[in-house]
Structure formats: C-alpha cells, structure tokens
C-alpha cells in the first residue's frame, strides 16, 4: 500500500512539471503583431461572430469580396475589436476582456481593404478572392515591398 502512495505523489509530481508546457506558446515570434492583426480578422470572419452581426442580412450572397465591403463599411467598422492600449478602456478592464476571450487589434498596425495604403506603416491588408471563396489577409511592415506574411482561409457562405 505504501508502494502506492509514492506511485501517486510521483505521478502527481510529473504531471505538475509537465502541465505548463502544454500551455506554452511554440508559434512563431517573427512578426508576432501582424499575425495577432490577422488573427483578429479571422476571430471577425468567423462565421460564429457572423452570426452575430448584421452581415448575413446586409449581404446575403455571403461572398469573401462581400465581407470585406462589410467589414470596411460604417456597419462593420462599428463592432471591429478595439485597439490594445488604445485608452478606450483601463488596464484592468483590458486583461479582463483578455481572459474573457475579447481580442484587440495590436497597436501600431493598420488594417485596410484590398490593397497597401502608402501612407501607412505597418499594416495588414484584407481581401476577398469570390472565385476560390478565399479570405485573403497579407502582412506588411512597409507597403513599398512584398507582404512578409499571407493567411488565406475559406470563408464560410452559410
């Protein structure tokens, strides 16, 4: 019986020390505010958040190309995630919004539609492709040279 015991305490033991590498984050660190931008546009694509909105009566064709109209539009703009450290809200509020799952724009990155503003830095740029019903998101850290990251998802038409 006493055998057991120890089995347990070690086992116990072993699952502490590995338990906190489940939740370490392996992605990549390159680029790391242009992939939470781009990942915050697919939190909005999302057919779950689209439910949500008014996007499905707006635009029923439902089309990636449609999506981004919306989203650029005054209708969509109105419900887009607020900006890390923007001051819309506290500290406090935001780490509570965090860990309720509430995403934020990075700060210092620009989200636009279609194609590279000039005029702005760092930025990700959102398009629809109707025919492959693609959503098309590409990362620049200057407009002037080619996207250092492109994410490409099906967009749900439901």
Do not use: C
Not at 16 to 36: A, I, Q
Not at 49 to 75: C, D, I, N
Not at 97 to 104: D, T, V
């Amino acid at each position: 019986m006493r055998h057991f015991d120890k089995l347990y305490v070690w086992a116990a033991l072993g699952i502490m020390l590995v338990l906190p590498l489940l939740f370490m984050d392996y992605g990549p660190k390159e680029h790391s505010e242009l992939n939470r931008a781009v990942n915050v546009v697919r939190y909005m694509s999302a057919d779950r958040q689209l439910k949500r909105t008014a996007f499905r009566l707006a635009y029923p064709e439902g089309t990636p190309e449609a999506f981004v109209h919306w989203m650029f539009s005054p209708m969509g703009a109105a419900i887009w995630p607020p900006v890390a450290g923007g001051g819309e809200f506290s500290h406090e509020e935001e780490e509570m919004l965090r860990k309720a799952g509430e995403p934020f724009f990075p700060s210092g990155v620009s989200v636009v539609a279609r194609n590279p503003d000039a005029d702005k830095g760092r930025q990700v740029v959102v398009r629809g492709d109707d025919e492959r019903q693609m959503l098309v998101v590409e990362g620049y850290l200057d407009p002037k040279f080619s996207p250092v990251l492109v994410k490409e998802w099906r967009f749900s038409q439901k």
